[in-house]
């Protein structure tokens, strides 16, 4: 087993995920795994950055499927015995003149972005080394969807109480609103992308917590973060900021020293810690 240590970025063929992996290529001390549900895809980015010089490895992961989550636990495990550093960036989000039923968008957008996501730190959070850093992308999205809720339902999830259950629930009758056409009557904002980041923003302050609880002495710093308004596939070329820049605070998380006791638990953007 190897004992250098190991640090993944997941959705890292292209966009921010890829910056991330370009950016911990050059920072991070040990080896870096671009991960991609496309293998093609994922040896591609791998070959781009050896144009630049830089090593990154390659690992299949899809976080739609607990199949390809968990063979790659089995390999992180067998291999280093764990991980150091995991970066969440996997995410998807329907164009805004997309005409897919919004019930369709709300299910496939949670599926991905909330679930998947909590698949994923479900299988590999456990195996997170002391001094380890999980960062979970996230968006300002989640902050105005937030903004958007009924009073009730901002109560919730502002919660410092608040349970992963609970919380998988609320996004679950989510989505079955939208299947019923209530979301709206039942304090739901009409947004499929800022309800799924909320679940992450929301998720993360509840992982801070267990983490907390359970495994104060390991010392790992976990957080929600924006990456910014990124020019990518994703957001279009009028946005604000390069993929690089992107990166910036997702990667600032993701090294934060060892020395560090925060932040931890929060939500993040622009390296600034913000109000949830
Ligand atoms: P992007 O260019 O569309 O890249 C998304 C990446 O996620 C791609 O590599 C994609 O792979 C991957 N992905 C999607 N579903 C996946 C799955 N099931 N399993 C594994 N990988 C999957 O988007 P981006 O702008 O870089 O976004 C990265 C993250 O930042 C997302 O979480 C997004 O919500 C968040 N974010 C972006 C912005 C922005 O302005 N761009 C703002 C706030 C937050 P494929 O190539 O196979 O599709």
Redesign the pocket.
């Known amino acids: 087993m190897s004992n250098i240590p190991v640090a993944v970025v ?9 910056a991330i992996v370009r950016a911990l290529c050059k920072q991070f001390p040990g080896d870096v795994y671009l ?4 293998p093609g ?1 994922g040896q591609e980015a791998v070959a781009k950055l050896q144009e630049e010089g830089l090593h990154a490895l390659f690992h299949q ?5 607990l199949q390809s989550i968990r063979a790659f636990r089995d390999f992180l495990k067998e291999k280093y015995g764990g991980l150091n550093v995991l970066v969440n ?5 329907f164009r805004v003149y997309d005409r897919t039923p919004f019930a369709v968008q709300a299910e496939v957008t949670l599926k ?2 909330f679930f ?1 996501t909590r698949n994923v730190c479900t299988e590999l959070l456990p195996l997170v080394k002391p001094y380890g850093r999980v960062v979970n ?5 989640s902050s105005s969807a937030l903004g958007g809720c009924s009073r009730e339902l901002q109560q919730k999830f502002r919660s410092d109480a608040i349970t992963e259950d609970e919380l998988v629930e609320l996004m679950t009758k989510f989505v079955e609103d939208t299947k019923k056409s209530v979301h709206e009557k039942e304090g739901w904002p009409n947004t499929a ?1 800022g309800v799924s ?1 909320i679940g992450v923003t929301v998720l993360s302050r509840i992982q801070a917590r267990m983490l907390n609880e359970k495994r104060k002495d390991d010392h790992i710093l976990l957080n929600a973060c ?10 279009g070329p009028d ?1 604000t ?1 390069s ?1 690089d820049e ?1 990166a910036e605070t997702p990667v600032y998380l993701a090294l934060l020293p060892s020395d560090a006791d925060g932040p931890h638990g929060q939500f993040v953007s622009n390296k600034t810690v913000r109000t949830w």
């Open positions: 997941t959705g890292s063929n292209k966009g921010i995920g890829f991960t991609a549900r496309d895809r992961l899809d976080i739609d499927d960036n996997a995410g998807i989000a991905t972005n998947g992308v996230s968006s300002m999205a992308y980041k924006c990456p910014g308004w990124v020019r990518t596939d994703m957001a946005a900021k993929p992107g």
